[in-house]
């Protein structure tokens, strides 16, 4: 949004220029002038075979630049003035521009450290870099990646859900003891978890080995399989017993109350699918699967966190680069607003020199007037060496306009070493 710059706010003040103009046209009026070439002209002035002026030519040439000087240190006062006035805006401009830059520079800089500090990569290195050693390690060591047959999320999916299964299977065997309902649950709950807790040990056990079978494992893995065996077995011949002797109670014939110990290989079979599955979802080395899990997850961490830090250093690119351009396109409407400063001293010169001119063109007038008489009035002369004398003088406004561009021309070059 540009400011209205007008042309009379930096005008000097026209009517005391006025009033100059007129006392002059009126203190050297076309008549006076013709009474002072004709008295002149009787007394002999000035000289035929001189080339010096009269003296009344002298004092018309003496007022007219007294009056060109006064208007040019009137429209020297203005225009400095307007010049200061530039000079201020073209400085206040720059030096806005500057700074906005630099604290544009400044905020990228720390948003940009910041950036690098808050997503923890230096310790994400630090912990991808010893999960990495310890897996490199193990690879070394066997010359192969972990195998596993069943993959991970598979295998807590067939975990759980044998979890869930076995927990009302179990709940009846502990109501027979008159449990309240709490503990049924309860003790459904520990029984179901451990079915699959177990399993998960026996098939680690069973398929920690390298090459030659583990016996210390075989036998701990045999251990726990005949110790939940067993517990499942008691569980269900109490079952039977239960249903046998209430199966009048309950509607049950003796076929069904001799099938319900199937339950117990059901439950057997579970037990072993768990085992078999907790077998093909590990490794044979110890550790070896989880330093390629821990691997890969700290590698995933600082994909994910690179990711987040590439995106927010775009964004905080795309910040700058939007804010640059906006200061920079505030500048280029700041240098608008100075170069219609500049149109408007150039317009306020060329109306303090037009004026300087009709000063000069006054005095010619003038002296056209009184040599055209004075030599009207000689007898028989017709030509006097003093009218081809110049009289003009010079204009002293020019040289505001050389001010200013001499002015501009050094505030580019130190732009340019800047």
Known sequence: MFRKWKKSAFLPDMRVLRRLFDDHRREFSDQKIRDHAKADAESGLPLPDSHEPSPFELQLQHAASTLASKVASTFKSSLELLDAKIKAEEELLHRKHKDALAAIE??????????ENSFGLSEAHRAYSVAEQRFNQQYERFGRAPVVYVPHWLYLVFAFLIFVGEIPLNALVFQIFGENQVMTWIMAFIIGLSVPLVAHFIGIKLREH??????????????AFAVVTIALYGLSVMRQTYLGEFKEDLGLTDTLVESSFLFFWLNLAVFSAAIVVSYLAHDTVPGFQEAEHLHSKNRKKIEAAERRRVQTLVRLGQKKIAETHRANRDFQDGLVEVILLKGMYDQVLKEGEELERQCLHRLQQNLAVYRHENL???NGETTIQSISANLDFPLKLEKMKEKLINDSQSEVSHDNRV
């Open 376 to 378: 009207r009035y000689r």
């Open 106 to 115: 400044a905020n990228y800089s720390v948003e940009t450290d910041a950036c």
């Open 210 to 223: 390298e090459g030659t079978v583990s016996w210390p494992n075989a036998l701990k893995a045999l251990a």
